[in-house]
């Protein structure tokens, strides 16, 4: 059996899973010790479908916890950035644009040394390896021990991230290092401040997968366990433990995921109704599809690859006013406080909760306290959030597309029967704890992300190189060599740039080896 | 695109508000740009853009920085500038891509003013955009701050245009040469070439030396010449239609925009489609757009070259180039960029007047229909009419 936890904001959603079954789910309040929440959260599963953690053969997480280590700058290391590309790239240096909290926080110290490469992959400057070993002992003698190096157009070439690496590690060997070509794409800042982010979290993601296993330990649970990240794909824990910024949206993406194997369906739009926020995220060929644009996390451009969702304010807790004309629904929510301020449980706030219980749509709290509600207007309201709902269906719904629409989290029953007409609707069992299933059932994945030079060399065979590189990357995660398939292929002709350059990019994934 | 930029700003104080549209009405006043208004005038770019021009985020974060360390540049009119006046534009010329990773606004950018100077023989006295859309408008004013000189208040296209020898200067036979590159090592290629095509040429082969970006000093232009062929008042437009959307939202901003731009809403609806592929260098697409509301039943057609070219319903064209296309969202109002151009959204399709230069025969000849390939002649779309804000600084 399998388990998967999805460790939220707010709540710790746990499933214990038979194959494709679901056997057991939980959901309890987040504590603030990692280790502690997944202890318990083991614990209640197992409890509720009377096993022994030795029947465990995989626990997958999904967790915010690094996220939100970043937007609350608790526990961050400082951080030694090193950019390769002097003189070119000098117009902004290591942390500008940064928030000022969020740099004090994590600068330690910033170097432009020479090295990195053009977009024909030819040398901007050689690398200067004395310069790096001065970097190395200055690094040491500052009290840094975490070094981020991004390169000049590393997604091209990381030959120069590789070799810096080495020689500064030679010269002090207590430094941990995260590469730039490792985790972002082409634009060197936003790759660069991925890259700090995750050297900023290193200390942190060494102590979260100790208390993990410790926890795991504890349950009598003994086998490998995984981290999902943002793609849907897992990471072992030692490749976690490097890498903790690919954490950061993988809850939204599991509950795309997990809907979408819920449902039985590869393709489709998921709508998560929470308790503050509706998202709406789609499914293609059961990964979700992600946005094109560039992602902002905490007052930080970033280029990581998140899933394309659109999110508006209305969820259950979500505060309504009827005298407003139009009703105003959202996006001030009561949040956690839904059981002591909503009407239905005594409280004198009017929510979206409240008017679902008047609609007979939802059976919680005393539902006398809302029977004096204007029935027509009740009515208003409820269609009023279905349009709202519908609207954010529609923004993500591609042209002349049928897939179906799965309603899952807390607040599904919210959308009554009616919605979406002329849609299939899908309302899975375990709806409300679908981000869990979603971390449960996540594979193993590798990716590539290159631009190649279309001289000497076919469309064809550049392919096959990404292809091969994915691959690699796959198993390198975790996955099981000979079972892996490649997902998505996407070959993008560059503009203005001379010759036939293409960048490739390349997604594997497969089961995890036992 | 530019909301990044807005959160870090300091925001005025509401009784500066007032000044909204104001500026063109006391042409004597002089004016500094400052933050706010580098913010302004990247939102207002995206609306005068015509979806191209690029991603004004790095150009206004140089710009801001560049006035928080040297001060605010001047905002001059055309009049204002005296007869012995030397103004020229900064660019950046090459691909989107190396300039993500290159940064190329370091020393190589004063560099190539240097080499600007020392090729015209005498001190350069004012900045003038070369266009507005995208990050060289941003570039041209961070340059004068840096220099102490004033920004002259006009452009060369009055939008965005692919090809350097687009500008408003072409029509008049003014060349845009010499022009000055430089890359981040030191080196400086002085370009004099016979016209705008040939700049056009040398500055590709040299980017591409340069990989593929580089900063560019061109278009020097006398005051006299500036008063011919240039388009009078665009940065106080860019500049007004910014405040416009930095204030308002929704139809009440599109509303603003049109009566300053003297523009119409000529669709409005949800986009079913996006075609896009390369060719010969250039982001060729189109978009289709379901009509909504007073739309209902129809489909507009928006096809571009990097910039939006052509609206159709059907096979009609309702909008042509050089008149301004601008796809903007409808809930925010913000002009969206051919690349951001995405299934499901809520759009507005706005069609505003080009500069009047553009439709003389020359003007035509060389930034009309034909010239991007479209076997149709110019026509103005339904309810156009001059644009305001351009003919009150013309005066």
Same mark, same amino acid.
């Given at each position: ?154 997604? =091209? *070439?990381?030959?120069?991230? $590789? %070799?810096?690496?080495?020689?500064? &590690? +030679?010269?002090? @060997?207590?430094?941990? /290092? ?48 995984? =981290? *999902?990240?943002?793609?849907? $794909? %897992?990471?072992?824990?030692?490749? &976690? +433990?490097?890498? @903790?910024?690919?954490? /950061? ?266 | ?395």
């Amino acid at each position: 059996m399998r388990i998967g936890i999805d460790i939220g904001g707010t709540n710790t959603d746990a499933v214990l899973m038979d194959g494709d079954r679901v056997v057991a789910s939980h959901k309890s309040p987040t504590t603030a010790s990692v280790g502690e929440g997944v202890e318990r959260a083991i614990r209640e599963v197992l409890d509720i479908a009377g096993v022994d953690g030795e029947v465990v053969r995989r626990v997958v997480l999904g967790t915010t916890h690094f996220t939100n280590a970043v937007v609350q700058r608790r526990g961050l290391d400082r951080v030694c950035a090193i950019r390769l590309g002097a003189p070119a790239s000098r117009a902004f240096p290591p942390f500008s644009i940064w928030p000022d909290d969020l740099a004090d926080a994590t600068r330690g110290s910033v170097a432009l040394l020479p090295g990195g490469v053009n977009f024909d992959g030819s040398p901007i400057t050689a690398l200067d390896e004395a310069a790096l070993r001065t970097a190395a002992d200055r690094a040491v003698a500052d009290g840094l021990t975490s070094i981020a190096l991004t390169s000049v157009f590393a997604p =091209l *070439s990381s030959d120069n991230e $590789t %070799l810096a690496r080495d020689v500064m &590690a +030679a010269q002090q @060997p207590t430094l941990s /290092f995260s590469l730039s070509s490792d985790i972002g794409n082409l634009g060197v800042l936003e790759r660069e401040n991925a890259t700090i982010l995750n050297a900023c979290l290193a200390s942190t993601a060494v102590e979260v997968m100790k208390s993990i296993e410790s926890a795991l330990t504890r349950v009598g649970v003994d086998c490998p366990f995984y =981290l *999902s990240q943002n793609d849907g $794909t %897992l990471m072992s824990a030692d490749f &976690a +433990a490097r890498f @903790p910024v690919r954490t /950061f949206a993988s809850g939204p993406t599991n509950s795309i995921r997990g809907a979408g194997f819920l449902a039985g369906v590869e393709d489709a739009l998921v709508v998560d109704i929470g308790g503050t926020t509706t998202d709406v995220g789609a499914l293609r060929r059961g990964f979700p599809r992600e946005s094109a644009n560039t992602t902002e996390l905490a007052g930080l451009r970033t280029n990581f690859r998140m899933p394309d969702l659109v999110s508006i304010g209305v969820g259950g807790g979500s505060i309504v006013s009827l005298d407003a004309s139009p009703i105003a629904i959202g996006p001030r929510s009561v949040a956690r406080e839904l059981r002591t301020r909503a009407r239905v449980f005594g409280g004198d706030t009017l929510t979206v909760t409240d008017l679902a219980v008047a609609a007979g749509r939802l059976s919680v709290g005393t539902p006398s306290l809302v029977a004096a509600l204007d029935p027509e207007l009740v009515a208003r309201a409820t269609s009023r959030i279905q349009e709202l709902v519908e609207r954010a269906v529609d923004a993500m719904r591609l042209a002349a597309d049928a897939v179906p629409v799965v309603l899952v989290g807390g607040g599904a029953p919210l959308v009554g029967p009616d919605a979406f007409a002329g849609q299939t609707v899908l309302r899975p069992d375990h709806a409300d704890v679908a981000n869990a299933v979603g971390s449960a059932i996540a594979y193993a994945g590798g990716e590539s992300d290159r631009i190649y030079d279309l001289d000497g060399l076919s469309r064809e065979e550049a392919v096959q190189l990404a292809e091969d590189e994915a691959r690699r990357q796959c198993v390198h995660a975790g996955a099981e060599a000979g079972t892996v398939e490649i997902v998505e292929v996407d070959a993008l002709p560059l503009t203005y740039l001379p010759g036939q350059s293409v960048r490739i990019r390349v997604k594997a994934a497969g089961p995890p080896a036992a | 695109m530019c909301r990044l930029l807005s959160r870090r700003l300091p925001s005025v104080p509401s009784d500066q508000n007032v000044a909204v549209g104001g500026w063109l009405a006391s042409p004597g006043m002089r004016r500094r740009l400052s933050e706010r208004d580098i913010e302004a005038i990247a939102e207002g770019s995206a609306i005068l853009g015509t979806g191209g021009g690029g991603d004004p985020y790095l150009g206004s974060r140089f710009a801001c920085r560049a006035i928080r360390e040297h001060g605010e540049p001047e905002l001059v009119s055309v009049d204002e500038l005296p007869d012995d006046a030397l103004a020229v534009a900064a660019a950046v010329v090459g691909s989107p891509v190396p300039m993500m990773e290159k940064l190329s606004l370091g020393e190589e950018l004063g560099r190539a003013f240097d080499g600007m100077q020392e090729a015209m023989g005498r001190p350069i006295t004012a900045m003038m955009s070369p266009e507005i859309g995208g990050v060289n408008t941003v570039v041209s004013i961070a340059l004068a701050a840096e220099r102490g000189l004033p920004v002259v208040d006009a452009d060369s296209m009055g939008r965005a245009f692919p090809e350097v020898q687009l500008v408003t200067q072409t029509i008049h036979g003014i060349g845009v040469s010499p022009m000055s590159m430089a890359d981040e090592h030191g080196n400086v290629v002085i370009m004099k070439a016979v016209d705008n095509f040939w700049t056009e040429r040398l500055a590709r082969s040299t980017v591409i030396q340069f990989g593929a970006i580089a900063p560019a000093l061109a278009f020097p232009l006398t005051k006299e010449q500036i008063e011919l062929a240039s388009v009078h008042g665009s940065v106080s437009l860019a500049r007004d239609i910014g405040e416009i959307l930095l204030e308002r939202s929704g139809e009440d901003a599109l509303r603003a925009v049109l009566d300053r731009t003297g523009g119409v809403e000529l669709f409005a609806g949800k986009i079913s489609g996006v075609d896009r592929h390369v060719t010969g260098g250039w982001a060729v697409g189109e978009v289709h757009i379901e009509g909504a509301d007073a739309f209902a039943g129809a489909t507009m057609r928006v096809t571009f070259q990097n910039e939006n070219l052509m609206a159709y319903v059907g096979d009609e064209p309702m909008a042509c180039v050089p008149d301004l296309l601008t796809i903007v969202e409808q809930d925010s109002c913000r002009g969206i960029t051919t690349e951001r151009l995405r299934f499901g959204s809520r759009v507005s399709v706005l069609a505003m007047p080009c500069d009047e230069q553009w439709l003389s025969p020359r003007g035509l000849e060389i930034a009309g229909p034909r010239h991007f390939g479209y076997d149709v002649d110019y026509r103005p779309f339904e309810g156009r009419r001059p644009s305001p804000a351009l003919l009150a600084a013309r005066g």
